[in-house]
């Protein structure tokens, strides 16, 4: 578990884009960020206080994150000199970064001489157990998507804030290394190794009250190639009573594989819900998310009332409507 | 890949039970067997000649491999002299042991100093790309079944061997710790990082000819919710031409799960089915492999008829009956 509140780290970001890890943080947890550590450079601005370590820490910082996309796949010397003086001042290093903070031979140096932790969030560091498959207290909901990168994890991060403003009892549960940088705890899901995988979505969904809601960030496709032994291991480790599906409708094939076209939501649907329902035989489809970033707001109403009747379910993007007649459709089940 | 032939290493088996290891070796690849080395009070026999290490070598052996399971976990003295004394005469340590030879410090001395191999079939030794999904040549079969430990393994090695006796172009594709000891071979799925699963069952199954035939063992079951999503990588990383389904009729429950009933038959084949034509829209269910080893000869048979007759698709214990027509189904595609 990483120490909240944050420094957020943006670099020498080139654009906002880069930055988009730090932006997600301030978005969905506002109260973890103290202020933004930009360096010579940036092209960011998540609108928060400028400050420098010092002025972070004296603002109860804990951690320093790395926000930032870096370029080339390395940590270089400019950056160096700051997360060196981080741990040397103080500060939890965290990082979702490809090349590990641990295998830099300076920051681990450090961080061992100073009592300082070094948080690389791809790497799992639990050792997860094997699934049970015992039936838990307390209610999940789980984003199942028509492919990678549709939307899921901002779904289950607005879906988790609109249930709390109703004053349902919710947690989001992170299991990618964005959703955990800016949770603060997850699991690495893609890094875990196969035997564990459904484990470890039961060890990150307990037991728990039972009006209690886990709201499971997804990850890949059953109809990606690539992933869905991923995205089955949530299914079958998360036993969900409730399945939100996601979907882009203008995207051109899955994503990464062009000669996949896109299933459609009801082929998801009636893909995921069966084999939800061998985990959870009371488990029903509640919702639809659909990511209209690429429509103008005319032909997004358009498209969300098009799939509500054909599909029969709630239909919003969280983005440009919130996500409440989701949260709804969860407090009626 | 493991040095052949082997010289197998049945250690102080306290029964023939726990040398299923040698035995599937012996009976799967007894070309790759040079002779057995026992131990006192060994109760196993699998028929070879006993040799000593020095022996093993003259007969050409390259490679010991421990068949045995041990007691308790740990690879005691009494194994540990023999182990050492055979690296230090020349032969590579082979072991699908839950704890690892390269753990053992005398081990890891000796090997290296010798510069003979151990071979931790557990553990993954590849880099495994990420699966890309492009169509490859050659055919693929796949063994799923309704539950874990129902005679996926047994049944791909017998077809594999019934393809071979017919002419036809066939290797077996080991995927877990037995079936790669057995061929020297393969990946050990379920250690996979879940990112990498699919693109390790693609690596394994590369592009052959128009007439070969991977035959590809499973692993879990779709309806297995602990090892689910590793039954999913196999499905569309191997993009199968034909499945093969694998039940075991007794059994009153889902292996590990014991509030977990097995699926039908009819259930695997309409949930594997439409899984697999995402990556292989020409996928047939081809057979049927029932594991009858808990009926007498005239209820399997039985047993089989019904099946076949329920499913309309051929139906054999291949321990029985062999694995001929589930070779004929294949080559009739």
Known sequence: MIQTPYLLFLGDAPDPLAAKVAQGIRDWRPENCVGQFRMEGCKADLGLPDMTLAEGIAAGAKTLVIGVANRG????QTWKKVLVAALEEGLDLASGLHNLLRDEPDLAAVAQATGRALHDVRVPEVEYPIANGVKRRGKRVLAVGTDCSVGKMYTTLALDAAMRERGMKSTFRATGQTGILITGDGIPLDAVV???MAGAVEWLTPD???DHWDVIEGQGSLHHVSFSGVSLALIHGGQP?????CHEPTRAHMRGLPDYTLPTLEQVRDMALPLAQVANPACRVVGVSINTQHMGATEAARCCA??????????????????GRLAEALAAL
Chains 1, 2 share one sequence.
């Open 241 to 245: 009573d409730a399945l939100i599906l």
């Open 208 to 210: 728990n009250d039972p």
């Open 73 to 76: 796949g390395k940590i270089g």
């Open 194 to 196: 196969a035997d564990f």
């Open 306 to 323: 098009e799939i509500e009747d054909r599909m029969g379910l709630p239909t919003v993007d969280p983005f440009r409507h919130g996500a």
